[in-house]
């Protein structure tokens, strides 16, 4: 299972992974902007594809980021 937090006023955002139980596995989070190449800076979509990444649409980047599922950038 997948979520994302949003915090409304915030430059706060958050990727995580849950089991099926809803324990955590991992969190992404986000503080503002770093200039790395796997911040997050307004994440308004995800999707798991087929072959199993996590396909996250960030609206301020204009990107897609691909994640695996433990959470590295791909």
């Known amino acids: 299972m997948l979520a994302e937090l949003r915090l409304t006023f915030s430059s706060e955002n958050e990727?995580?992974?849950f089991d099926p139980t809803g324990r955590l596995i991992w969190r992404?989070?986000?503080d503002g902007y770093s200039g790395k190449r796997d911040d997050l800076l307004s994440?308004?979509?995800l999707?798991?594809?087929s072959t199993g990444?996590?396909?996250?649409?960030?609206n301020v980047r204009k990107t897609v980021q691909f994640?695996?599922?433990?959470?590295?950038l791909i």
């Open 28 to 30: 992404k989070r986000q």
């Open 47 to 49: 999707a798991v594809t």
């Open 43 to 45: 994440p308004e979509d």
């Open 15 to 17: 990727l995580c992974r």
């Open 53 to 58: 990444a996590i396909a996250v649409l960030d």
């Open 67 to 72: 994640f695996e599922l433990g959470g590295k």
